[in-house]
DNA sequence: TTGTGTTTTATTGCCTCC
DNA sequence: GGAGGCAATAAAACACAA
């Protein structure tokens, strides 16, 4: 096995007066080392977080090892010297130590020098083995810590998570409303498309019979006035100030437009009393309800 | 009793602060 | 530069099942 260098009384700053080097089997040969070893009270000072070891309701059985007698450190008692100084085993603390120090801990984590040497003397060990205690127990703090927030975390992400599903459940059930509802209005569209298409044929075949009625009565009249003034060679065209001259497109156009179709229709309804339908359609279900559609 | 996993104690090396 | 803190790590101590 190999030698370990074990230091304990002061840390990197160490008093060599209180430089042991320690170990033991266990607890209870130090336990019983601790019981032999002279008692002596020592003052506790004002120190924060400063807790009685005898408060904790174990007997301070340390006694003061480290911080005894100075006679004792100065000439150094050979038993602890050869029971501390068995290598590589590490002392466990006893559970009253550990309660005080968890006490300790619990009123504040960070170990000021004053308290780091006031808890040495009230637990009988040395300030370098309450400094690692401390920091050990500050990396468990630190774990548990962060076993904590993860959980947090979790629990907050499953939260959101399930949130988000349904949010996605409900969006893909609208998207479906919204499409049902859409089909339904392409199939109107595409009724409404026919409708057009059939009105502008309808009408387009009206207009068509009043220019040829119009021609033809523009055509006798000047056939009249020719006659009376011997000119013919003044020909006059149709009248299509009604219509646009830009062709098919423009007519499509305006076709669309209810006033046009409307003033079309009334005309050709004038022209045509006999009808009693409009475009083919019952006159209930004229272009004025269409474009109320 | 022994193998194995977990917890606790202690060291080392690096970093920051004064 | 010394003191102290922290992360990483080693190793002893402990718990427990087979």
């Known amino acids: 096995m190999a030698?370990?260098?074990?230091?304990?009384g002061g840390g990197d700053s160490l008093d060599p007066t209180q430089k042991l080097k320690i170990s033991s089997h266990d607890q209870q040969p130090l336990d019983s080392v601790f019981a032999s070893a002279p008692s002596k009270p020592f003052l506790v000072s004002g120190s924060r977080a400063m807790l009685s070891f005898g408060s904790v309701g174990g007997a301070n059985r340390s006694g003061n090892l480290f911080f005894s007698s100075s006679d004792q450190e100065e000439s150094g008692d050979e038993y602890l010297e050869e029971y501390f100084s068995q290598?590589?085993?590490?002392?466990r603390l006893s559970a009253d130590q550990i309660q005080f120090l968890e006490k300790s801990f619990e009123a504040e984590n960070k170990l000021e020098p004053e308290r780091k040497i006031q808890l040495a003397k009230e637990l009988g060990l040395p300030p370098r083995q309450i400094a690692i205690w401390f920091q050990n127990r500050r990396a468990r703090w630190k774990t548990r810590q962060l076993e904590t927030d993860y959980d947090t975390l979790h629990a907050s992400y499953m939260s959101l998570k399930t949130?988000?599903?349904n949010l996605l459940k409900e969006n893909e059930k609208l998207k479906a409303e919204v499409l049902r509802l859409k089909d339904n209005g392409l199939a109107r569209d595409t009724d409404k498309a026919l409708f057009?298409?059939?009105?502008?044929?309808t009408i387009a075949d009206m207009i068509s019979q009043d220019e040829e009625s119009k021609v033809s009565a523009v055509a006798f009249k000047n056939e009249d006035q020719s006659l009376e003034s011997g000119d013919s060679s003044h020909v006059v065209e149709p009248d299509r100030s009604d219509l646009s001259q830009n062709g098919e497109d423009d007519l499509n156009e305006e076709l669309l437009q209810p006033d046009y179709m409307f003033h079309k229709i009334e005309d050709a309804h004038r022209h045509h009393p006999a009808s009693s339908f409009y475009c083919g359609f019952p006159a209930e279900d004229h272009i004025f309800s269409f474009w109320s559609y």
């Open 3 to 8: 030698v370990r260098r074990v230091v304990y």
């Open 87 to 91: 290598p590589g085993k590490k002392r």
């Open 163 to 165: 949130n988000y599903d």
């Open 196 to 201: 057009q298409e059939m009105l502008k044929e």
